[in-house]
DNA sequence: TAAAAATACTCCATAGGTATTTTAT
DNA sequence: ATAAAATACCTATGGAGTATTTTTA
């Protein structure tokens, strides 16, 4: 005698509903035999009899009713269980856990969440905004299932998906606005201002410049680019900002806004997943959406 | 591919919970390809992978995430039914539906149910007062496990258990103390107060009588033991209560209490039940309860 | 006597074990 | 190169079927 079993559940809920082993044994589409039997081991297995049996009705005992009601109960969650897993066939379900880095957050993530409770309506997103490095930690990890990123991140265990590239602009305080574009060297000179230590933006910034700014004095950090943009404004210096930050960071800001001479800088944001993740299918499609809202309004502008 | 069942559920949980096929194997006391298999064929029965399978380590899907959480409760489900089980190894438990008769309950269901509450804790005791034949019915169909009843009820599927006999007592007046006490065949005549139709009290007071009473006009009918009492003490006429039934309906009004002469009247009262209910010895002692409860208090009374 | 459940026995499906291969780090 | 899971194959358990007996109303 081992454990309670699922189908000695099933057969003593179908018993306790039709009070006869015969048509009980039918609605489980077996012989009368079986069922008694599993419902008799089941007796056993617990000890205490469920069932009064007589030549003409049966009856439940005062147990029985009592362990009927409860079997009714857990089959009824297994059901929903079945159908829960069914409704989700091979599609993305449950949780869908994914990071986003600060510099992209605040100007995709929104119009992404709103598309994506359009596209899965059952599905349970988990954003979680941080900067590059957490995310691939959490991700390999496995307290992600994918991230927004800048690429490469190269990691041999994650799978990197490009999705679109955006420029780098120049912003420099609204007084200059008609002084010439400077060259990548002159940014440190400028003043170039820079996101904090750890941020992908800030090394991105950094390589542009021909990692010259590493040896200059003069650059300050911020913790956002919605500071770096009021710093620029005040006159303190000029920054580089991603082209999509434009319309939200600079609407009431005295600043002016320049592309770099070609080759423009850019960055390459893209979606990062554990190479083991078995739904690949389902991250593609999840990765495309991202990418329409990543480029959707757009067009025309870089 | 039939249904979830139960080992796949345990085998799944142990998974989530150790990340490991091997150590979950353990848990379960099974080979690693065993648990292996089981896990595949759920992934298939329900067509969604749940688990990230790589080298060094294993991840669940978001969708694996939600479906080991219903999961586990399921399962922590199943287990208290099996512990609910377990806890009342042959014990009665769960429900305990018993009926008693309008005669009998007022004077010994009170102290009954506090005895049987102490004697067995979990037990949900649902006592139902009713007429005989509504007892026997509700027995017979299976609302209720067992009742209190004056004896016999002859039955062919019942059985029937004597617990005590109580003796029926005169009521008279309390003008009429000191004549001498009538014989049965003289009551009609006194104005003999019964129960209504239905009570198996009245019948037993009328064949003490040797049916005479039938034929006989002037009695009167009430529908509670108390009432007759009321009307015996206006000094309408004489009633038969039984013994039990004393001291808590004469206690304030003036009638008079007098033992017939030998053969004195009496009635047994009884436990019966399904000959078909397998706890036949749960209810024996049940019953030896209800004959302490009936017994005590009794002793030099009658 | 008849309806219904239990029992006896046989067979087959399937769960599990052992040995081995594949995979990913 | 190694740890871990998947696969292949075989065995044994146990669940289900058929035929029959027992029970009881």
New interface residues.
Partial sequence: MT?????QL?YFDALARHRHFGRAAEECAVTQPALSVQIKELEEL????L????AR?I?????????AE??R??LR??H???E???S??????????FGIIPTVAPYLLSSFITEMMACYPGL?LRPREAKTQILIQDLME?RL?AAIVALPISEP?IRELALFDEEFVLLRPASEVDKPIPSPDLLPEMRLLLLEEGHCFRDQALSYCSGKASSTRTLMEGSSLTTLVQMVAAGIGVTLIPEMAVDLETGSAKVSVSHMADPRPSRTIGMIW??????EEQLLEIAEIFRKIGTSGKTGMS
């Fill in positions: 454990n309670l079993s699922m189908k099933r617990i000890g205490t009899p069932v009064e049996r007589s009705q009856h439940l005992t005062g147990f029985g009713l009592s362990f409860r079997t109960d857990i969650s297994v929903d269980l079945e829960f897993a069914r989700n066939n091979g599609q993305l379900g449950g949780q869908f856990r349970d496995s299932d265990t554990r190479k083991s993740n078995p739904l």
